[in-house]
C-alpha cells in the first residue's frame, strides 16, 4: 500500500513497500548471506507534474466539439476530444464514434500547430 508523504499542489511523493516472493522450487541456503537469501525493502520517489489544462471549441463537419488542451511551459502535449461528446454527436448522426473523434482531434491539431 502506498504511504503518501507530504503534497504540493505540483508533485506528490510517496513510497512503496516492495516484497520478494520465495519460490518454492529452490531449497533455501544454510548460509544468510547467499543471494536471494536476504530480506529487505526497495524505496523509490516519484514525483507527478501538473500539465496545463485548457478547453477549446474545435469546428467539425460534426459541428463544435470540445477539446482538453494539455501543455507543460507553453508547449503542446496532448489533444483529447472530449469523449462522451463525440460519443453523442456520433449516435445522433450515426457514424462511428472514432470517426468524430479523430476528425476533432485532427482538427484540433492543426489549429494548435498553426
Sequence with gaps: M???TKATPATTGWWTLFGRQKRNSIPPSADPQAPGTTAG???ARLER???DREMRQVATRFGE???KVLSRGG???SVSPEYEECRRIAKERQVPLKEVYDEAKK???AMITG
Design 2 to 4: 502506498p504511504h503518501r
Design 75 to 77: 508547449r503542446v502535449i
Design 41 to 43: 525493502i526497495r524505496a
Design 107 to 109: 482538427t484540433a491539431a
Design 49 to 51: 507534474t501538473v500539465l
Design 65 to 67: 466539439i470540445p477539446v
